[in-house]
């Protein structure tokens, strides 16, 4: 049978017919309408008791497709906000007559429906109502000088919750007038590299290539430090001449995702003092450990040889530009002549508003819920691993966003090329391993559970156990 049901006042015509019975019908129908554009991202759906009094079907029948949509990612649903299509879905095909000459199905550039890759967090979560309830408290009560020009170390409001936040939650020692706001981590890198002028910095073997363009951007060159099971391997910083600094990733070295040793945090903070060199402390995601209390920042060890940078980008979400340097007070004044020279700027308000989110316990409400959803999505990954492709083996603690997994030898490429054929995008451990280091022979995925919103991740874990090596999975129930 042929119906239609009304949605926002335009009919969209179904068609009932075809093998399988209703069910199957209704879900061929609802994708197509989907896949063809003609129920557009975003799109609100009727509830599943209009929709099935509509087409002259059972309630149940309804929902059920709703469901198995939802799993599938082509519809989300959320607590009062009703059942709508996912933003994920396919774009709508170029007509034939205007589609441009290309490669066939091997060389297609579609965007993937799924993706796990390391980066970003969910920022699908992000707390839209809170944070617009912090500007407008912050707003109302900034003073008037907050509208002009600002100082190159950001506004002293941020600053001060800042330094009682990261004492409070990652042991950070920190006066307000060592803190430096800056647009994003990598403007903080930038800004470091310059000050520190010439020479080598080491980075651990494992690590961001754009990271690594920084900084030798700034004139300095990279000289990379092994990586193991352990962490970086910072003994090995005292057989090395001319490295000003070392940056390193402690609490949860990316993309490894393992956390420094004791040993060698003690080694580096010992390396550090007798060279008068400084640790340039990652601390991208340390607030999100899931099987025990965070370790403190390594910076609490020393405050006056590590610069410990932090950010806004996985905790909220990258837009903001928020990030912040706690420095060595060697360091404050060189680095804010730098800022000072008016191209390395931050937006006040954004700023304020974030001193607000911060002191009114919004932040760490937010976190709280963050963590939550995390663990609990990193929690449905391993389980589905384990049932699916046991011959995959997890590594790295419970912590951050993302998860490692150790592939048999060789396989590497190959999963790719299968998660590619699956609409998945993802990125092989080699992706992160710095040339210039001696060859690594790991097989491994870094695969980002934080990434994905909530109604697409159940069908981005299940196209990754189909590319993973043969073995014993089968695909997996939406977690």
């Keep these: 049978m042929e119906n239609s049901w009304a949605t926002f006042g335009r009919d969209l015509h179904l068609d009932l017919t075809g093998p399988g019975g209703l069910r199957a019908a209704l879900l061929r129908a609802l994708r197509d309408a989907v896949r063809s554009g003609r129920l557009a991202p975003g799109t609100r759906l009727p509830s599943s008791r209009s929709l099935a009094a509509d087409l002259g079907i059972a309630r149940n029948t309804v929902a059920d497709a709703y469901a198995e949509l939802v799993a599938e990612g082509w519809l ?16 709508r095909a170029a007509p034939a007559a205007r589609r441009a000459p290309g490669p066939g199905p091997a060389g297609r550039a579609d965007r993937p429906r799924f993706a796990l890759t390391p980066g970003t967090p969910d920022v699908s979560a992000f707390p839209r109502t809170a944070w617009l309830a912090a500007a407008r ?65 080491a980075v651990e073997s494992y690590g961001l290539d754009f990271h690594r363009a920084v900084i ?70 340390g607030e999100f450990r899931y099987d025990r209390k965070p370790v403190g920042a390594l910076q609490g060890l020393d405050p006056d040889h590590v610069v410990y940078l932090g950010t806004a980008s996985k905790s909220l979400a990258p837009a903001l530009r928020l990030a912040w340097m706690v420095l060595p007070e060697r360091l404050v004044d060189p680095v804010l002549a730098l800022k000072g020279t008016g191209e390395w700027q931050s937006g006040a308000l954004d700023q304020l508003t974030l001193a607000e989110f911060l002191s009114s316990g919004a932040y760490d409400r937010h976190l709280r819920g963050m963590r939550l959803r995390y663990r609990r999505r990193r929690d449905q990954l391993v389980a ?33 090329q299968a998660a590619r054929r699956q609409g998945l995008a993802l990125e092989g451990l080699s992706r992160f391993h710095d040339p210039t280091a001696p060859p690594a022979s790991r097989d491994a995925l870094v695969v980002a559970y934080g990434t994905p919103p909530d109604h697409s991740f159940a069908g981005a874990v299940d196209a990754l156990l189909r590319a993973l090596p043969p073995g014993e999975q089968r695909g997996c129930e939406p977690p």
């Design 216 to 285: 030798t951007r700034a004139g300095l060159r990279t000289v990379p430090l092994p990586v193991d099971e352990r962490g970086a391997r910072t003994e090995e910083l005292t057989a090395l001449d001319d490295v000003r600094a070392a940056l390193l990733t402690p609490a949860h070295q990316f993309p490894t995702g393992v956390p420094l040793h004791p040993d060698r945090r003690a080694a580096a903070i010992n390396w550090a003092r007798t060279t008068g060199g400084f640790i340039l402390e990652d601390d991208y995601d």
């Design 384 to 416: 589905a691993l384990a049932a699916h492709a046991p011959q995959v083996r997890v590594s790295g603690i419970a912590a951050g966003l993302h998860v490692v997994l150790e592939l048999p030898p060789g396989t590497e490429h190959t999963v790719l």
């Design 137 to 201: 408290r912050a707003l109302t009560t900034a003073p008037s000088e907050a509208f002009g020009y600002h100082t190159s170390h950001g506004r002293p409001e941020l600053r001060t919750v800042l330094a009682d936040y990261l004492a409070r939650a990652r042991g950070v020692r920190a006066d307000p007038d060592r803190i430096v706001i800056c647009a994003g981590f990598l403007q903080g890198l930038a800004l470091l590299s310059r000050a520190l002028g010439t020479g080598r910095l």
């Design 76 to 91: 989300s649903a959320r607590q009062g906000s009703g059942t709508r299509v996912a933003e994920r879905v396919l774009p």
